[in-house]
């Protein structure tokens, strides 16, 4: 293509149109590569093994509210942007934990979101908000101050309409299957209401016991208690309490249609203590007194428990660390967990990962996905661990790196040392229903281009650059999940 | 563009001469994009914030010496390059704190120079100093063995004339203002001159109190004593040193213009103690006898005082840590400071700013720019830091990344969770005065890049390109530092 | 050249065949820049100094067994990849510690790579293999279960004929000159050999004395008597140890005609104890009885005294820090050292090399190459470090990063603070002497692609960059070797 007809298709595009060979590389040869590649998995069903959708949409299928309970209040991407600049969580109606007084005017929230746009750009945001707008609403003017209104009118009328209600939209959006993430005290109500309502949907759930494996989650003794009460175990005992996880577990599978754990631990280590150490050990945890190192090889020893019980019963095994939580105080008690202010640290594997590794990292019957927030340990440990451990995979590029250049940094690093198939396709790992689609649809973009740059370098063959992409697209995730 | 024609226009570039198309991407489509952008901001003024030029330049107005005194001498990135291929300072005319001998005959320092040119191939002194003999003395030939005495005798006998002193350079550099940089114990003669002569140029001063506030700076403790004399305050007593630094900061915006202060410690470690145990620590302190320990806690204490200050008196205050200065005894022995020793390490951010943070980090009246010499930061914790904290921005790749890769790395790691708006734009950062407007120049021709990526890859608008390019060359750096 | 071209080109290039652009930038106008370049040193001999070929090859000249025991047996990377997906390295004939049954049908093992060939794609194994069957063995099919027994026919038959003997290979491989990498207590008798045979091949010896300064080498006590009696030297005094090593060195010089010492230490400590503290810590891991900490610390006395070694000697020194080795303790137990559970760590260079450096670092006459396993010290720490202290010199990039995308890494982040002059070319550091022109070749092309890259954006000339790529592939490492 000549450089005249790359600016005239340039300015040629309405601004407000998704183009489609968005997020393709600007090299014309290579583009057309992707182009290919990009076509051959853009219709593949979605599978989504790892999110945080609330089960009771699919349960209940009632409507969605408004515009800004849809986009704003809660996707912490955007009101962390927005606060960043000044804007206060409550001028966008994030609740308060006090009950204290927020904005309540939707359209205003909204009209705070379209003025204050222009801080997205370059960010995942802009792309998944307007790919929303877009595909799903079919909005066709950038959202600005001017057009706020407008497209506030439009989005709150088309969600009085039956297509835009949960399960139209997850069929709309070609979802084969979905995970939502509980608790082990959860009762997975509404995944029963799902499995007996006689939708065809396929939602599951995902076993994340963080409120009963980490002494740090409040009122875990509470909720060991619980966990007591709901499984009929004694869990004052070590051998009490890891029964009642296996039971809860077994109950997951049964009624949550579930396949895999996951665990969210500020670090990812892991210990292998004496079964006796373990249960002093959880005495202490038990008993509400443990000290913050015990907390953490609490935390450490769960890991390796789980690991066990997965062994047992197939569950494939995610990790998650490497978050420093609520590192903003006043955030944190205002509005509590998950609110933005989580800040990533360093994070080591090589050597928090060994006790675990050595019980069961040469099982090619386990899978323990690990993911970071620490792009460092890409090619210095990830793919180096999975690029050997049987029992070892390597989750997609997380949260903050879920993007255009996180996702292409992770398989430049990841790659050379752990190929393909030792990674699990993509997450997306979202509490923003809308967002789904478009996330997919980045990382099949991404993957398309990456794959296209090593075709167009002569490092991959193109038949086998097509396979890869149905791998990454579809096959690894459904493989590695077990879904 | 077709690739004879690259490869004809390549071909026919004089190999000395500036390329208008120098450091935008390859891709004929992108470049185009680029050359653009670029074209729209490549004729701004230049505003730089943070900078080390020596303001009796500007109030003196006398002619620079001679080539070798303004290109080699005093730029530790040529005679740490040089030194590393083992040619000692003194050969370069490096004065030695014991006053030895040291090469004088300056054109044998340029030949010295001009010989192992090659040497910074890729690296950004290539580009500065080129852009310097091209642009503002008008050299036609490449510096090399052969060339030396003609390109030595072109620039001394340019630095003769007028038009070469200071203050023309100053208005023909396009500079719209510029910041130096000095110790509180500064009387800020110089600036006071600058002022008082009519002159239209405007040359800032910034705070950076290292002198008077971190115990391992040499000559800390005489350092307290002429800050109580010249402020009158009693700096025996907390109370009465940060008494006189309030004075002294208010000195620095009278009489120096000053909006901004700087803080070069080697992490960036804050704290928050109680008045009792802050002032038993400076009673420690102020005697001399303060451990290594109690000195990071004191400095540690002092950022969060500052920041205190800051948001009383409205400086922005920028943090520059990380710097293992001094790295070779031998040659910090013989030559002192600055001269090229310095060596980055690993940096945290996200423990070390809590203490600071959790006190000021929700005000958004209040700005604290952050630094970085560890690149792996920039994703991992400037990002999601200057992405959530309101007052907190993002400083531009700093030191040994102000350069084209550099530059492109912190873009690709930041923006995406940071986006450009909590950014603010380039600092020169620069002793070398003629390096100023080649520095901008690449900041402004790196970020174009960037952005035409994003419109190549319909990622950003083409009319938010624009903006955005704007706002990176211009407007950010302007209001973040209340320009 | 227009998109249609470039798809016309990629579909008709039969899969199997090396395309001559491999590896070479997409963009078609820096595609032919880097072609030039490539061009201009593709032919160059091939200098390697260092890696770990077996010099009875050279000394012996028989013929390579099998295709197995030639491309799947001896390569830790091909066997760690089979692992990693559940295939044990009994299975490919890695040879058990207790002499337990392993596989022997040498095409069942050949099978079995040929059935998993998939999982390289997209790693350097892909591209090594590949690049030696077409070239050396003339292979036009792919790899598949469909042609794995003709292709192990016609590597098999290939073997047999004295054009594959090694001395053949060598020399069509156009090697001026190879290093491999002896124990101090070897004897050193292939090298011998080698030199009185006559053949005019030059293969030399580096000196690795992990054996006899590392505590926790296996039968590090033992091989202390065994270096005292090959030496005449008292090895139970600390004197006598040093002048053990220095003889050793001498005799390595003279038989092997090393010019250089190579360090496999778990990190980059070093110390310089006084000569008494030195003889006592000497004297506790003479006994067996160092603790770790002990044992580490002898590690980093060890360096620095070898570099005192080479000051007088004259030997480049090489260290090759970060790996944590024999991560799995199963595997190691099964099969022993280097059989892939070698996984890197966080490597620290800035406080750790300082005691060497503050006594060493300044000297012109001295070589020491780093190399690291961390991409994250590259800008943060190794070229600041080599582009200040005469001593250092940067390795390449090495081991997981010695890859396509991990050499481009390593220049764009390496290049803008340590110049190209401070780094050293090509190591293959290679078991696998088929992959040795592969690895020449990839490099040569990733190098030829990185500078046509400046070219293109005009940050490099021309001429200046076919001079670089020159001394890129041939003339820095034989200056840096004294090869």
Request: glycine letters at 6%.
């Amino acid at each position: 293509m000549t450089t005249d007809r790359v600016l005239e298709r340039v300015a040629s595009t309405a601004p407000y149109a998704l183009h489609p060979d968005r997020l393709l590389p600007a090299d014309p040869g290579t583009r057309a590569i992707a182009r290919e590649l990009y076509a051959s998995v853009a219709g593949l069903p979605i599978v989504s093994p790892h999110g945080h959708t609330d089960p009771a949409w699919y349960a209940e299928n009632a409507a969605f509210p408004d515009p800004s309970s849809l986009f704003v209040i809660p996707d912490h991407y955007v009101h962390r942007m927005l606060y960043s600049q000044g804007i206060r969580p409550e001028r966008v109606g994030v609740p308060r934990l006090d009950g204290g007084p927020v904005e309540t005017d939707k359209r205003k929230i909204w009209r705070i979101l379209a003025e204050n746009f222009h801080l997205y750009r370059g960010t995942p945001s802009w792309i998944w908000l307007n790919h929303a707008f877009q595909t799903v609403f079919g909005i066709d003017e950038r959202l600005s101050a001017d057009s706020a209104d407008r497209i506030y009118d439009k989005i709150a009328a088309a969600l009085e309409r039956p297509e835009f209600r949960p399960r139209a939209l997850f069929e709309r959006f070609n979802i084969e299957v979905i995970s939502t993430t509980e608790s082990p005290l959860d009762d997975l109500r509404h995944h029963a209401a799902i499995r007996a309502s006689g939708w065809s949907g396929r939602v599951v759930t995902a076993f994340r016991p963080d409120p009963v494996v980490d002494p740090a989650f409040p009122g875990f003794v509470a909720n060991l208690d619980t966990l007591g009460r709901i499984t009929g175990e004694d869990t004052s005992s070590y051998a009490g309490y890891l029964s009642a996880l296996i039971k809860r577990r077994k109950y997951f599978v049964e009624v949550g249609g579930c396949t895999s754990t996951d665990h969210g631990h500020p670090t990812a280590k892991t210990a292998d203590l004496s079964a006796e150490d373990a249960a002093a050990l959880y005495a202490r945890v038990r008993s509400g007194s443990a000290t913050p190192a015990e907390a953490e090889l609490f935390r450490a020893q769960m890991l390796t428990e789980m690991a066990a019980m997965s062994v047992a019963d197939g569950l494939t095994m995610q990790i998650h660390p490497g978050s420093r939580r609520d590192h903003n105080p006043e955030i944190f008690a205002s509005f509590g967990k998950d609110k933005g202010c989580d800040i990533p640290g360093p994070t080591d594997y090589v050597e928090d990962l060994k006790p675990l590794l050595a019980r069961f990292g040469n099982r090619p019957d386990l899978t323990i996905i690990l993911f970071t927030l620490d792009e460092t340990v890409y090619s210095r440990e990830l793919a180096p661990l999975a690029g050997h451990y049987p029992a070892l995979k390597l989750g997609p590029a997380w949260w903050f790196h879920d993007s255009p250049e996180g996702m292409r940094r992770y398989r430049e690093q990841v790659t050379e040392t752990a190929g393909f198939y030792n990674t699990v396709g993509f997450n997306d790992d979202t509490r923003a229903f809308l967002s789904i689609p478009a996330r997919h649809d980045v990382a099949r973009r991404i993957d398309a281009g990456f794959l296209a740059r090593l075709v167009a370098e002569h490092r991959l063959d193109r038949d086998d650059a097509f396979e890869v992409a149905h791998d990454l697209a579809y096959r690894l995730v459904k493989q590695a999940y077990k879904l």
